[in-house]
Structure formats: C-alpha cells, structure tokens
C-alpha cells in the first residue's frame, strides 16, 4: 500500500493535519512563546529584587527622624566636652594621646611611650583607647591617676600596673650619700568616648 492509497483515507488525513499541527504548536511555542516566558520571569524576579531594596530603603528612611534625634543628643551630651571630638577616627585618636601626653606633663610624668588600643564599644558607645607608659614617683603617679579619671574628656582607665625602680643616690661634696625618692613604672590603659562620623 502506497503514501498516496494512505493518504486517500480520512483517518490518515486526519492524523497528518494533527500532527503537522502539533508541530506547528511547539515550534511556535519554543521559537517565541518560551524566550517570552524567561523574559517575563526574569523581569518578575528583577522587580522583586527592586521591590527588596526599596523596602530597605524605606526602613532606613524611616529611621531618619531617630537618628537625627541621636545626633542632637550626642551633640548635646558632649557641650561640656565628655567625648573627644574629630572628623574621623584618626584624629579621635591622636587627640586622645595628645591629651594623655599633655596631662602626664601637666603632673611632671616622664611619657616612655604611648601606644593606640582596638576600640571598644560600652552601652552602644564607641571608645578609643591608648595604652600610655610613664615612670615617675609615688606623688606623681597618683596626681596622674586623678588627672585621667577627673578631667574632660572623660577617661577611663580600665588597668593600671606599676613597677619599682632602684632607688637613686646622690653625694654631698662632703661626702654624705641621700637616696632620693624612689621612682615607679606604671601603664595605664584608658579609653575614651568619641563623637569620630566614621565610628561604627
């Protein structure tokens, strides 16, 4: 039996418009209905995204009025100046170690070294710290211990070591010999609040 004797039949006829037509469906639809699809999906999880970070962006917006209100207080709360100030972290920092070396000074402290600590954060207040080593006597180690907990900016001092020295003798042109005051070693570790914009 030949295609053409097939092809005569209605039921064949039938089957080959069918077919021919299901095949023009699925062209179709993998030539233009499926690229359509993805493009349409993938514009669908974009707007997502874009939906994701307005929303983000509205939360922090809405934190606007609150963090403005925080800086006020910040501002207000240092008016006495009892954070150290500066642009940004690395001029808190120098600021407090120029404050350090200026009361050790102040209370005739020899300044060996003066070393920056990792910040810290205490109640959601960021701090910067320096490690300060000076030697002097008993008297002036105590007046810098007051300075450091007593003066604006307030300070800190979360250790302190001390450490004898041997004691100095000095000799009269007479011959008579005198020890002098025996001197210390201390190390203080301070930390102080700052007002740095660049501080988390």
Known sequence: MTFATLARRPWTRRWIFVSSNLLAVVCVYFALIAPLIGVLGDREEDLAQRRTTLARYEAVSGQEAAVQAFAKQVAESNMRGELIAGANSGIVDANLQARLKSLSEQVNVT???????????????????????????????????????????????????????????????????SATEPGLEAQFDVYGGTLAEDRP
């Open 111 to 177: 300044v060996r070294s003066i070393q920056k600590l990792p910040p810290r954060s205490l109640h959601g207040v960021a701090l910067v710290g320096a490690r300060l080593d000076v030697s002097g006597t008993v008297g002036t180690l105590h007046a810098l211990a007051r300075a450091l907990e007593g003066e604006t900016p307030l300070l800190l001092v979360t250790s302190a070591t001390l450490r004898g020295q041997s004691p100095m003798w000095s000799f009269a042109p007479g011959g008579a010999a």
